[in-house]
């Protein structure tokens, strides 16, 4: 009898190891995918921005990353989910094969793409170390704070507001709001503050700059969306809770972004390549609540947004937002938390479980928080050691100004 309890024990210790790292691999591969996006990202820059500033679109978001990589391990990471890894290796390690520490490889993923998705409406024109610090800010505190809020260890009572006035929790399950929304609404007063490339605007008539290579921009944008199934998928947090529904509704909100670019973006592949990445963005939300029609849908929507508010933006308030990242992360992540709260009803061929009122209210509040932290961030820094190069840096570009080398050194020496 001792020994069948003795086996018995021994079984149940294996199955839970198993388990454990099953959940570590599942979350490690995971974030493997979501770190590529930010290859997807550095590279929508550089086909976007002027040949001058391809270097500078690299190097900066590489070197953000790393920064991100430090501050959310040391402060970020603590903040929104309490757990601090400042101990021993073997306490790190525990009896779930550190899985803490992947989930924090994870999350520090989603983390990191605020200062790639703000590096896109600034570029061209800022100044390296100020955004490399305002970066550092964002990883470390304002997103952390904001996550702690919806997904971390101070939900429970924002939640439960929502929930008294809502009639349901605030849903945002891949970070159409957390990750998206805050990102893009974080760019817009850097944009603003920065004002507008030299000879975009000349006496109130727009000069836009052409791409300077569509293949590194489609690049970035097939990049982003393979790395997005991680972003989407492994969202699920361990193996067992993993969901084709995510995969598929993932797979038809970027195929809606695309097919409806195509149209109202009358076959341009900027429009094109962006609104599979709109599509994406605006479904994260509810990806583990909609019907896949609903989800094409949903990221049909948002690729019109994007069509029709890329041109908005630039034309007509005239803001110089280099990869449209306002409308294309902040203005369609608010679109796809509400429209959680519209496509995740039962009645819409949905589960069910969410309100518009409480995904119009968190959403809102990303808004309001995001421009506060951002007008506070780039103000302080524009008031002290400023955040644009100098008119002459600018003009020969941010390459040879910031990193004394150009995308193609050949080409210089001819």
């Given amino acids: 009898m001792r020994?069948?309890?003795?086996?018995?024990?021994?079984?149940?210790?294996?199955?839970?190891?198993?388990?454990?790292?099953?959940?570590?691999?599942?979350?490690?591969?995971?974030?493997?995918?979501?770190?590529?996006?930010?290859?997807?990202?550095?590279?929508?820059?550089?086909?976007?921005?002027?040949?001058?500033?391809?270097?500078?679109?690299?190097?900066?978001?590489?070197?953000?990353?790393?920064?991100?990589?430090?501050?959310?391990?040391?402060?970020?990471?603590?903040?929104?989910?309490?757990?601090?890894?400042?101990?021993?290796?073997?306490?790190?390690?525990?009896?779930?094969?550190?899985?803490?520490?992947?989930?924090?490889?994870?999350?520090?993923?989603?983390?990191?793409?605020?200062?790639?998705?703000?590096?896109?409406?600034?570029?061209?024109?800022?100044?390296?170390?100020?955004?490399?610090?305002?970066?550092?800010?964002?990883?470390?505190?304002?997103?952390?704070?904001?996550?702690?809020?919806?997904?971390?260890?101070n939900c429970s009572g924002l939640q439960a507001l929502f929930k008294s006035f809502g009639g349901a929790e605030f849903h945002d399950y891949a970070g159409s709001v957390v990750v998206h929304s805050i990102g893009g609404w974080l760019a817009l007063p850097a944009v603003l503050i920065l004002g507008p490339r030299m000879g975009r605007y000349v006496r109130g008539k727009s000069h836009p700059f052409p791409a300077s290579n569509i293949p590194f921009l489609a690049l970035g944008s097939w990049i982003l969306a393979v790395g997005w199934f991680g972003f989407n998928v492994m969202s699920a947090g361990n193996l067992e809770k993993i969901s084709g529904l995510v995969a598929v509704n993932s797979l038809m909100a970027m195929v809606g972004g695309i097919l409806a670019a195509l149209i109202v973006g009358k076959n341009d592949p900027g429009f094109i390549h962006n609104g599979a990445l709109a599509g994406l963005i605006a479904v994260c939300a509810g990806s583990d609540l909609m019907h896949p029609l609903g989800a094409l849908v949903v990221g049909g929507i948002a690729s019109i947004i994007f069509v029709y508010g890329f041109h908005f933006e630039q034309e007509k308030l005239k803001i110089d937002d280099v990869l449209g990242v306002w409308p294309l992360h902040g203005v369609i992540g608010t679109w796809g938390g509400i429209a959680a709260g519209i496509f995740g009803q039962k009645a819409l061929g949905g589960i069910g479980g969410v309100t518009f009122i409480s995904q119009l209210g968190g959403s809102l509040l990303a808004v309001v928080f995001a421009l506060a932290s951002s007008a506070i961030v780039y103000g302080a820094l524009s008031k002290t050691v400023g955040i644009r190069l100098n008119e002459e840096d600018e003009y020969k570009g941010a390459d040879l100004a910031v990193h004394s080398i150009g995308a193609y050194p050949e080409d210089s020496i001819r």
């Fill in 3 to 153: 020994f069948r309890r003795t086996r018995c024990k021994r079984t149940m210790s294996t199955m839970t190891g198993l388990k454990s790292s099953a959940d570590v691999l599942f979350l490690m591969l995971g974030a493997a995918m979501v770190f590529a996006m930010h290859a997807g990202f550095a590279f929508l820059e550089v086909g976007t921005v002027r040949k001058k500033n391809q270097v500078n679109a690299l190097v900066k978001i590489l070197t953000d990353w790393a920064v991100s990589t430090v501050v959310y391990f040391v402060i970020g990471f603590p903040i929104s989910y309490g757990i601090s890894f400042l101990k021993p290796a073997e306490e790190l390690l525990g009896k779930t094969q550190g899985y803490d520490l992947v989930h924090y490889f994870f999350l520090l993923c989603f983390a990191a793409c605020i200062p790639a998705i703000i590096s896109g409406g600034i570029a061209e024109r800022a100044k390296f170390w100020p955004q490399v610090i305002a970066g550092a800010i964002f990883a470390g505190l304002s997103y952390p704070l904001f996550e702690s809020l919806i997904w971390g260890q």
